[in-house]
């Protein structure tokens, strides 16, 4: 099999069209067509069907994109490797992690990061599902878990803590919960997702109250930067994480219920076991232990 059509073909099988994989290699639709039908020619079975939509793999191309996918992440974290200086890191690395914690804490310390390793770019992709690092979806990741696939190294970051918080004119309006009890005449704001980005998000919904009975919320939003506003605004009360809590203290928003127990996430830096030996993972893990150690 050509490298050339394998690649033609991955471009038009993530794109689902001739065109738009065209745009993405500059070649003209008709070029990529003549390729992919080559490609066929040479292996004897169908790869699409082609109807007016679009194109659909058939099962024997979908087989066909599963390898040719991991074998050029395979062959680009290669090339990385390669091209990294032995002696100072260099290179594009691809971060992910959750929306909350990517734009409330990471995000205004990228720059930090950046300034200190000026041959280092970085793709920093928010997503509160978990990326396929085997696959290349990412380089590293933060996550709010252990790592679920077996073949990832890990470390642990930190253990973060949640916060009861609200402003001080919706206390001034409603009132200071004194205990857990107490929450059930106040407005919650909950996380309304059902895929929660962090264990025990809505803990606030349970704490003092009969298992099985869970408060009710005011507000359900599947954002934190979303429920952090509207804690802000003065609407309710919310549980948030302490990277979010100690930053909003300066604009005036209150602990609460501060000796009431709150469950803890741990938080890990993870990455394939084929970057174990690269410098730019090793710099940006050791800047993230450092910042995290002071909440820098």
């Not at 990529?32 to 024997?60: C, D, K, W, Y």
């Not at 979806?137 to 949640?162: C, F, G, N, T, Y």
């Not at 200071?176 to 107490?182: G, S, Y």
């Not at 895929?195 to 954002?223: T, Y």
Request: glycine residues 6%; negative net charge; hydrophobic residues 45%.
């Amino acid at each position: 099999m050509d490298w050339d059509k394998l690649r033609v073909f991955h471009a038009v099988a993530e794109a689902g069209s001739f065109t738009h994989a065209g745009d993405t290699l500059n070649l003209s639709q008709s070029a990529v067509s003549r390729q992919i039908s080559a490609l066929e020619e040479a292996l004897q079975v169908p790869l699409f069907h082609r109807h007016a939509r679009g194109l659909i793999l058939t099962e024997q191309g979908e087989s066909l994109n599963r390898t040719v996918r991991e074998v050029f992440a395979k062959l680009a974290m290669t090339e990385a490797l390669l091209t990294e200086s032995k002696e100072k890191p260099a290179g594009r690395l691809k971060v992910t992690t959750t929306v909350g914690f990517g734009s409330s804490w990471l995000a205004p310390r990228v720059q930090m990061f950046l300034d200190a390793y000026p041959d280092v770019t970085m793709a920093l992709i928010l997503d509160d599902s978990d990326l396929d690092l085997a696959m290349r979806e990412a380089d590293v990741a933060i996550r709010m878990h252990p790592p679920k696939q077996p073949d990832l190294v890990q470390r642990h970051l930190m253990s973060m803590e949640w916060h009861v918080c609200a402003s001080a004119e919706y206390l001034k309006k409603h009132g200071t919960p004194q205990k857990a009890e107490d929450l059930d005449n106040h407005r919650l704001i909950l996380f309304g997702d059902y895929r929660p980005p962090v264990p025990d998000i809505n803990w606030l919904a349970e704490i003092g109250r009969r298992a099985g009975s869970p408060r009710k919320a005011l507000l359900e939003v599947n954002s934190l930067q979303a429920m952090v506003m509207a804690v802000r605004s003065g609407l309710g009360i919310a549980a948030l994480p302490d990277y979010m809590a100690a930053e909003e203290e300066a604009h005036g928003m209150v602990r609460l219920l501060t000796a009431e127990k709150a469950p803890k996430v741990d938080v890990y830096f993870v990455y394939p076991e084929e970057l174990r030996t690269s410098k730019r993972v090793a710099v940006f893990r050791d800047f993230l232990l450092a910042r995290l150690a002071h909440r820098g």
